[in-house]
């Protein structure tokens, strides 16, 4: 079965700094892996995926993640963020089983002050 | 817009009675997830839905909750006898497949549940 660790469950960071939120993954076969983003009282919802291809993969709202099948991460980045990028971050994966779920990693809060 | 509905957005009740959740996925999606989002544990799928058709109700207690899909613009969950335990923010998302894993989960905006 598959799992994602997410390091951080909080990372404060300045307006206009840039952050990495951290993402680690186990699986045996290979594995598609997205990023959710959860605002405060509402759903989730997509910022990126990678499937395959380009192992940089760009999303919404000025995100990027990097796929690294070595160290078997998936790492969100963004340059400069924004008070509204305040949120909670959900990394997740599936695998070809046929099923189709995610896992889900327990989330990081980015908590952006100005 | 097309979005996932959820209702009720809130429900409190007392230990012991039921509750049911009503989701209505995005029109054409013909897969249905139901997720439980706690502190503890963070989001857990519950049940999954493709075509109407359950595949995996492995994530629910099977004593006390159910699933079903009446038909394709109706998804319930229901808890019976309902427990302080199952107080949660329950999700369903909705997402068009042909059966690979790269498709969008679309999440609606959840049933927060306190059970007293």
């Known amino acids: 079965a598959q799992s994602v660790t997410q390091l951080d469950s909080q990372v404060p960071v300045f307006e206009e700094a840039p952050v990495e939120l951290r993402c680690n993954y186990s699986?045996?076969?290979?594995?598609?892996l997205f990023w959710y983003v959860q605002y405060p009282n509402q759903g989730l919802q997509l910022l990126l995926k990678?499937?395959?291809?380009?192992?940089l993969v760009k999303g919404i709202n000025g995100f990027e993640a990097e796929f690294n099948k070595s160290q078997t991460s998936f790492h969100l980045r963004k340059p400069s963020v924004h008070i509204s990028d305040t949120a909670e971050y959900f990394c997740?994966?599936?695998?070809?089983?046929?099923?189709?779920?995610?896992?889900f990693g327990k989330g990081t809060m980015l908590l952006v002050s100005p | 817009d097309a979005r996932v509905t959820q209702t009720p957005r809130h429900k409190v009740t007392e230990m012991g009675q039921e509750v049911t959740m009503r989701c209505q996925p995005i029109?054409?999606?013909?897969?249905v997830f139901w997720y439980r989002q706690t502190m503890m544990q963070g989001l857990e799928l519950l049940a999954y839905?493709?075509?109407?058709?359950?595949?995996?109700d492995s994530g629910m207690p099977k004593d006390r909750f159910s699933a079903e899909m009446p038909d394709a613009t109706l998804a319930t969950l229901k808890i019976q006898p309902s427990e302080p335990r199952d107080s949660a923010v329950y999700f369903c998302?909705?997402?068009?497949?042909?059966?690979?894993?790269?498709?969008?989960?679309?999440f609606g905006p959840g049933t927060r549940l306190t059970v007293t």
């Open positions: 998302a909705s997402g068009l497949t042909s059966g690979g894993p790269n498709y969008e989960q679309y």
């Open positions: 699986s045996s076969v290979s594995v598609y």
């Open positions: 990678y499937l395959s291809g380009s192992t």
């Open positions: 997740a994966v599936s695998v070809d089983s046929g099923y189709s779920t995610l896992t």
């Open positions: 029109l054409g999606h013909n897969t």
């Open positions: 839905f493709r075509n109407r058709a359950p595949l995996d």
